[in-house]
């Protein structure tokens, strides 16, 4: 019977389960599209990321030039889309969204196929990936999450190449994603790409092509440091996003009101910078004029909506930042407390993130169950707290069980694979930065992570399989120990 069974998965081979993957896409997104799960096209209009409509579709460009709130890459893609489109930029933007998962899928199962031996493995973790509620809502929402997750399997796919070819266009698939991240989202700050790219050039030490691998690290971290150079000349901060010092305050005095009006931390961050007025000098706007006044010095985006964009927010994100330095000395165990709280954000579903709460209702009896999201039964503030710490059991405890055999086993063969290592760090990166600056989007955090993960648990499956086999040695691939690894 076991040989019969064993025979049948053998003839199964990756191309019937691609086209399983593909049909259960195809199928998934009908039956949500039924239930009115569709594009929110109203981001392009109300987020504060996006550049002002106008700037978008007729000075792009400029705009994205003198834009000292974020990377470049996504108004880029938002912009040109809009300039290709025109009145169809929804039904694109739809259609590109819903390629990218599905690519996601693709690569995750491509990826686990390579790693592990275990039959039909890699299909039930790509399947779980394209058809989870976090993957069916963010695909609806026009922002960059999904884009992160294709990134970053981009980079684990060519490094594994990379670690069998040692082939100059490999480098270049491992580094030019990692490049795209960095001028994408601010999270992905250049030093978690300095970081990866020492790790990586050290397990290539011995590689044939170890000096291109070099020159190709090098001129990434130059791309992503040449946009630094740029906000530091003309706005004088060395970074991608100047709204640093709002993000902690979020997080900082969360559950800590302030009502000293003299003191900026007793306003919302993120208001209107009218609302700011008192704090900042007036002449500051001055040496920015002529540059980009359409985003730079106008209080309104979209004829109505605040306008993030506003230079003056670049002082006013300075002023919260030593605001929340102050409070963190004077009161350490509360942000300590915050801390905590935004650790278990992180694990709790990612549909819990506040612009996909809506959308998730759609899909709450497939949600519930599969999320194990339980907010759904509260009633109140307090009940949703309680419900909300709960529902991030589940998932903390896989993530310590994934994580705590990984290593183990790794220490038993003194060895790690190049992408596990990429892999450990980006996920532990995410993590420590989201839960020190963030409040309450921890969660979507690790969502664009989540393919990463699932990765690295296919693995630890392959591991336990192979163990119960009565197998005296680890799966070839599981934890880098390979005629692949070995090149690193």
């Not at 963010?138 to 670690?163: A, K």
């Not at 978690?192 to 092509?209: P, S, T």
């Not at 055999?405 to 790690?416: A, G, P």
Request: aromatic share 14%; charged share 15%; proline share 3%.
């Amino acid at each position: 019977m076991y040989r019969l069974q064993n025979t049948f998965m053998k003839k199964v081979g990756g191309l019937p389960q691609t086209w399983i993957l593909v049909g259960v896409f195809i199928l998934s997104r009908i039956l949500v599209a039924m239930l009115g799960l569709r594009l929110n096209i109203w981001a392009l209009s109300v987020y504060w990321q996006y550049l002002d409509l106008d700037t978008l579709q007729n000075h792009l460009l400029q705009g994205v030039w003198y834009d000292h709130t974020q990377p470049p890459v996504f108004n880029l893609l938002l912009g040109i889309i809009l300039k290709i489109s025109g009145h169809h930029s929804t039904l694109l933007f739809e259609i590109l969204l819903k390629t990218v998962s599905l690519i996601n899928g693709l690569l995750l199962f491509h990826i686990v196929r390579k790693l592990t031996s275990v039959e039909f493995l890699p299909l039930l973790v790509a399947l779980a990936y394209i058809i989870s509620p976090a993957t069916l809502v963010f695909e609806c929402e026009l922002f960059y999450t999904t884009i992160i997750s294709l990134l970053l399997l981009l980079s684990v796919f060519y490094l594994i190449r990379l670690s069998r070819s040692a082939k100059l266009g490999d480098a270049l698939g491992v580094f030019l994603p990692m490049v795209l991240l960095c001028l994408t989202r601010s999270v992905y700050h250049i030093v978690w790409l300095v970081i990866v790219a020492v790790f990586l050039l050290y397990y290539c030490r011995k590689n044939a092509h170890f000096y291109q691998l070099i020159l190709v690290s090098l001129v990434s971290i130059l791309l992503v440091g040449s946009w630094y150079a740029k906000n530091k000349i003309i706005f004088g901060k060395w970074t991608t996003s100047t709204w640093m010092g709002m993000n902690l305050s979020r997080n900082v005095f969360h559950d800590n009101e302030i009502t000293d009006s003299s003191r900026i931390e007793a306003y919302d961050p993120f208001s209107r910078i009218s609302v700011y007025r008192k704090f900042i000098d007036p002449a500051y706007e001055k040496k920015f004029k002529g540059l980009n006044d359409r985003d730079l010095l106008q209080e309104t985006k979209n004829d109505s909506l605040t306008n993030l964009k506003e230079v003056s927010y670049i002082p006013v994100a300075d002023l919260y930042m030593k605001a929340s330095l102050d409070h963190i000395k004077s009161h350490p165990l509360s942000y300590a407390q915050n801390i905590i709280q935004s650790s278990i954000l992180y694990f709790t579903p990612a549909t819990m993130y506040s612009l996909a709460i809506e959308q998730s209702g759609k899909i709450k009896y497939f949600d519930l169950p599969y999320s194990f999201k339980l907010t759904y039964f509260a009633h109140n503030k307090s009940q949703r707290r309680v419900w909300l710490t709960i529902s991030a059991i589940p998932k903390l405890l896989f993530y310590l069980f994934v994580f705590f055999t990984f290593f183990r086993y790794s220490i038993q063969i003194r060895k790690m694979a190049s992408w596990n290592l990429f892999i450990c760090v980006t996920i532990g990166f995410v993590f420590v930065v989201s839960s020190l600056f963030e409040h309450y989007e921890n969660m979507r955090f690790r969502f664009e992570t989540e393919p990463l993960f699932l990765i690295l648990a296919a693995q630890v499956v392959s591991i336990i399989y192979s163990r119960s086999k009565s197998l005296d040695t680890l799966p070839e691939v599981s934890v880098g120990h390979t005629a692949a690894g070995n090149h690193l």
